[in-house]
């Protein structure tokens, strides 16, 4: 059996610097190296995932094939590395302390008192390890969220403590910083680094690499004068600067021989075909910079924040690249739309996105917006509940039922065209009426998602609760929105289209979650395509 190598990255100075970035681009290349390779991230916070986070706080929240609610990091580590995450790759506080009480309440530790140490570090390291039990992993990458120095994360750093003394040579330990740039002195500085340094020595870890966020360029020296001051060699003290796209940063590490220094330094060896592997990402690369074309596509959404799309966003981003667009994505705030400013907002639009989410706020909004795309057919791609606000506008403004609603939105609406499922509605705890993960759908025949796809049966991942209500399927196809996919085992409807329209598509499923640099996902590019 192999010796998977763990590789942990730790951050400190200040939040926000990109861990997930660097650990990505550190999975992209050791994969391209002809390793397999994993990525997991370890969260401070106490609540067991992100699904019940506002994405104010926290981001989009990111669902992987096997149906677990996660950080969106695990975005990038799959739009990256092209690797498919599952319930071993995100794990929170809440999760750990979770099942050390539930062991406790059975027996297991025999009545001893239960300790941080070694109850929950010895957790964290069983998850740590999880994924070399379950895959045949060369490299784990193991993200650990927040900042040296907070109270959270104590317990993670401490396991890893004790990893790296068990693992012997088989592990190392990448930490991210900032060099901020004091513009009235005109100078970097590299104390936040060295006392950062400083703390993670204090707590028994000696980073084996350091790579310094920057937005300036760094010197030899500088990076030399960091390598002494916190015991690094200096052909390990790596520069991360700010670069005009996130998909330059994989190339930037290579170039500075981040790969191939972690390879040595863990004795393995640089397979043959490297530089191949990489040429395709350089070919994107090459091609985001070469853009001439610009599409706008609107995102009407109630979250006016970056991350709470995120993957819809990159989603976008890495089609037009592959079809030669610059896309331009314009936030329209849900809540702010109306009958009266729809028109001059939309206009101009050369797309549309209707965002998923929970919730009425900004529902009529969504409503409206609709309205406009399909009567001024406008390419719309509806995703999830904006799928569902394509069914009830079309209910509404075609079949006639003006108060056709979602029954989430109102309960007691005499035609609930979005609904729960029967065998959901008994169910009480709200995570369990979800329908969470990849699921089957068969696309009809002659079908504009059948020739997309190219392909009758696909499966894509979900996070939703109510669904289309197969009570009106009939009537709504009667009066031209088709229900192209369905789901085999229960014929719940996963995608409508109006085949008279020039782009008119929602799916009941998250296309944005299975999309990656490589591999776009044929929805977003065919979209793309037709702006």
Not at 73 to 92: K, M, P
Not at 283 to 292: G, I, N, P, T, Y
Not at 317 to 325: D, E, Q
Request: aromatic share 8%; hydrophobic share 35%.
């Amino acid at each position: 059996m192999k010796q998977t190598k763990y590789i942990f990255v730790t951050g400190g100075v200040v939040s926000s610097l990109g861990k997930g970035i660097i650990s990505s681009s550190i999975g992209l290349l050791l994969k391209a190296c002809g390793y397999k390779v994993t990525i997991q991230k370890f969260d401070p916070y106490i609540n067991i995932d992100p699904g019940t986070l506002n994405p104010y706080e926290h981001g989009e929240c990111y669902v992987t094939e096997d149906g677990v609610e996660t950080d969106l990091d695990l975005g990038h580590y799959e739009r990256f590395t092209g690797i498919r995450t599952t319930v071993h790759n995100s794990v929170t506080t809440g999760k750990i302390y979770q099942a050390v009480i539930e062991k406790e309440r059975r027996g297991d530790y025999l009545g001893k008192t239960i300790q941080v140490v070694p109850h929950i570090t010895n957790e964290i390291k069983d998850r740590i390890r999880a994924n070399a039990l379950d895959g045949d992993f060369d490299f784990i990458i193991t993200e650990i969220g927040g900042t040296i120095g907070d109270m959270e994360s104590a317990p993670f750093l401490e396991a890893i403590r004790q990893l790296r003394w068990e693992l012997g040579g088989h592990s190392l330990c990448i930490h991210l910083t900032y060099v901020p740039y004091l513009r009235a002195a005109g100078e970097l500085k590299t104390k936040p680094t060295q006392h950062s340094v400083k703390e993670l020595q204090g707590l028994g870890i000696q980073p084996d690499f350091l790579i310094l966020r920057t937005e300036k360029h760094l010197d030899r020296a500088l990076l030399h004068k960091v390598a002494a001051f916190c015991n690094v060699d200096t052909d390990s003290v790596i520069q991360s600067e700010d670069l005009p796209s996130i998909y330059e940063v994989p190339l930037n590490m290579h170039r500075q021989g981040l790969d191939r220094t972690i390879l040595a330094k863990i004795g393995m060896a640089d397979m043959a075909g490297h530089e191949q592997r990489l040429s395709q990402w350089e070919d994107f690369v090459r091609k985001e910079k070469d853009l001439q074309e610009t599409v706008k596509v609107g995102l009407v959404g109630k979250y006016d924040l970056q991350d709470a799309y995120k993957s819809i966003r990159e989603s976008l981003h890495i089609a037009g690249i592959h079809t030669g667009r610059k896309v331009e994505i314009q936030f329209v705030n849900s809540e702010n739309l109306n009958i009266s400013n729809v028109g001059e907002t939309l206009r101009g639009m050369d797309g549309v996105v209707i965002c998923p989410g929970f919730g009425s706020r900004g529902i009529e909004g969504k409503i409206e917006a609709v309205n406009y795309t399909r009567t001024h057919d406008i390419p719309t791609f509806g995703i999830c509940l904006g799928m569902q606000m394509m069914v009830v506008e079309f209910a509404r403004n075609v079949l006639g039922l003006k108060e056709a609603h979602s029954s989430e939105i109102n309960p007691e609406t005499p035609h609930n065209v979005i609904d729960m499922m029967e065998g959901q509605k008994a169910l009480t705890h709200m995570g369990g009426t979800m329908r969470l993960g990849a699921y089957a759908c068969s696309l009809a025949d002659g079908s504009r998602v059948l020739e997309i796809y190219g392909k009758e049966r696909i499966r894509e991942r979900h996070r939703h609760r109510y669904e289309f209500n197969n009570a009106y399927l009939s009537r709504f196809e009667q009066a031209g929105m088709r229900c192209s996919g369905r789901n085999p085992e229960n014929n719940l409807v996963e995608i409508v289209e109006i085949p008279g329209l020039k782009w008119f598509i929602g799916t009941q499923f998250h296309p944005e979650y299975s999309s990656t640099v490589l591999e776009p996902h044929p929805l977003f590019m065919d979209f793309i395509k037709n702006l």
